[in-house]
């Protein structure tokens, strides 16, 4: 299947025996986007890192996390963190500033990410609600 994301529609489509999910998302979550020519015409892509973030928006959590630590030697790491502090949903900041931090990304440049100052969210979507408290990215380690 084969994720457009738009800021118009939302749905499903087969063409031509390709399954298509078009997903509508907010102005402020497009950016990241890289042109390609395919066949004469310009298609826009995400770019790797920008893709990685919607890795965590669209995959569980711990698939996400394998495979941010796969593929952050293929990273401009600068420019991930730059797109993880633009993007507005704080959860997905906090749980890919955790793991980053745990991958060895230092400290100054993770400090870039907002993680907000009120309360706290579990890192995985998960039925256990309980575990240790991380308060520099103001996650809870449930899992």
Known sequence: MIHVVN??????????????????????????LESRRINRTEIAFASKE???????????VKKAADILAEQLKNMDVKVLVDYIARYPVQILRRRMGYF?????????????????????????????????IDKRWRVIVNG
């Open 50 to 60: 920008r893709a990685l973030i919607d890795a965590f928006g669209f995959y569980d």
């Open 7 to 32: 800021d118009k529609y939302s749905l499903k489509k087969t063409i031509g025996g390709v399954r298509y999910k078009l997903i509508k998302a907010l102005p402020d979550r497009i950016y990241g």
């Open 100 to 132: 980053l931090e745990k991958l060895g990304v230092s400290r100054k440049l993770l400090g870039k990410i907002d993680t907000g100052i009120k309360g706290y969210s579990f890192l995985f979507d998960t039925d256990i609600k309980n575990g240790k």
